[in-house]
């Protein structure tokens, strides 16, 4: 089996560790460091999400403890992983044997939804903002809504990208998606959403979307949640690949990245059940005909290029 050279848009592991109180070491979650050491390299967009978190406690600060968290866990291991706030910190860290580690808001509740906050937060290295998650907020309207952006929401929007964070558009509303895409002065991203064309789920990107976040020189990084990939009771790769192929059907090479949303799904295709699967997954896509190319840009080089030009 290949080991891989993997940078996954987003994972849910950080709010994880903190509310189960396990270590990024080894633990019974979809990401730990002992699963990464199997892969040729890893980078990864680890996603603080509060607005889901049943603690009786201001979102910011359930973001402020689980990122003090994790900074500790990063200081206990610092041997294998290291925060990363460029492109370069991350290739020098995969170069060196580490785990590179950006991280990213999932709904900006954890930051109160406001500009200072963010500065904050930027501060603090996070690299990657979503405006909303999955409930309505004083900046945007989730998927399923016919609202878009606030006023609040437009200014929101351009400071993030004027700060240099890459925005992800996975859970906004479609008004809200194109509100974005008018405003962008940089590319955006969905990290983790697939093809509504192929599975016509709400959290999908339609044919249009892809386009334009292809246009702006962004990535949609694929989903591994079976619901998003099959209509079916459960998933495969098979499922996945049609994914990639609608994509790339639509000149999405080099556009196409992964975000499994490992640690914030549980029904996983059949065959993945951790991060170490990308070894397989890829083996599968190398046997199935995907040239190299192909499957790198997908694995590490699509996302990576867009780093290089967003994050500041």
Known sequence: ?????V???HCDTPIELW???QPLLENTLAVSLERAQRLGAWAQFFAFCTAWVKA??????IFSRALDNFHAQLRENADKITLCRTASEAEAAMQSGKCAAFLAIEGAEAVREDEG?????YESGVRMIS???NLPNSLAAPC????GLTEKGRHFFKRAQALGMLVDVSHVSEKGFWDMIGLAEKPVIASHSDSFAVCPHPRNLTDDQFRAIRDLGGTAGLNLYAPFLTQAPRAS??????HLDRFLELDGEGHIALGADLDGCDLLPEGFSGLDDYNRLGDFLKTTGYSDETIQNLFCNSLMKVVKLCIM
């Open 7 to 9: 940078f996954d848009g």
């Open 131 to 133: 405006l909303v998650w």
């Open 56 to 61: 009786k406690l201001p979102r910011p600060e």
């Open 144 to 147: 399923g809504s016919d609202e």
């Open 19 to 21: 509310l189960q109180n």
């Open 237 to 242: 790769f098979d499922d996945l690949r049609r």
């Open 117 to 121: 906050l963010l500065e904050h937060a």
């Open 1 to 5: 089996m290949t080991n891989y050279r």
